[in-house]
Structures are given as structure tokens and as C-alpha cells.
């Protein structure tokens, strides 16, 4: 059974950092690509951040420069740095795999964690 867990969110001032991060079990995880995507309240689940197998990352515009997606297959950990967050970063960040990394910009990947909350005051 696989399973995605995410850890690290929580509440900070706009300006801050977090580092989320999410430990897979379950599957051959140097062989997936793991990504990040969020959903806003009252708004649709978008495509954050994506890093495949070989370590090539691609990053949505609103978050490109300000974050950044690394992975451990060693730990079979997949981590989201953020920096200079913003309050209209506040959502809900959910873990994906998916041994396309296409599906996970897309938001159809095969394997999704239970999200953490992330909370930028102003």
C-alpha cells in the first residue's frame, strides 16, 4: 500500500519560511516523480512544484524563484523549502507521485498524501 505522508506546515508571517516535507512508503520511490500541489479555500487545486526522478524540477510561476522542491531517495523524503512566503500562499499542500511527472502538473497523479496547512498572516 503507498502512502504519503506530508509534515511542516503550520502558521507563519508573511515574509517567512517553511519546510515541508514527505516521506513515501510503499513504492519504488527513486523510480517516481513527487510533487507538490495545494488548494486555496474556495479555489481549485493547482500545480506547485515538481521534481522527476532524475532530479529536474519545474515550478509554477507564483512560486518559481521563492521555492524550491529537492528529494532524498535515500530517505524516500521529497521536500518543499519556501521562502518569502505570502499570505496568498495559504492552503492546503499535498504530496503527489506519480511515475509520470506530467499527471502531477496536470493534478491527476496516482498517489496523493493527506495534505498539511500552510498559513501565511499578513
Known amino acids: 500500500q503507498v502512502q504519503l505522508v506530508e509534515s511542516g506546515g503550520g502558521l507563519v508571517q508573511a515574509g517567512g519560511s517553511l519546510r515541508l516535507s514527505c516521506v513515501a512508503s510503499?513504492?519504488?520511490?527513486?523510480?517516481?516523480?513527487v510533487g507538490w500541489l495545494r488548494q486555496a479555500p474556495g479555489k481549485e487545486r493547482e500545480f506547485v512544484a515538481r521534481i522527476r526522478s532524475s532530479g529536474t524540477t519545474f515550478y509554477a510561476d507564483s512560486v518559481k524563484g521563492r521555492f524550491t522542491i529537492s528529494r532524498d531517495s535515500a530517505l524516500n523524503t521529497a521536500y518543499l523549502q519556501m521562502n518569502s512566503l505570502k499570505p496568498e500562499d495559504t492552503a492546503v499542500y499535498y504530496c503527489a507521485a506519480d511515475r509520470a511527472g506530467s499527471t502531477i502538473v496536470t493534478g491527476g497523479p496516482a498517489y496523493w498524501g493527506q495534505g498539511t496547512q500552510v498559513t501565511v498572516s499578513p
Open positions: 510503499g513504492l519504488t520511490f527513486s523510480s517516481y516523480a
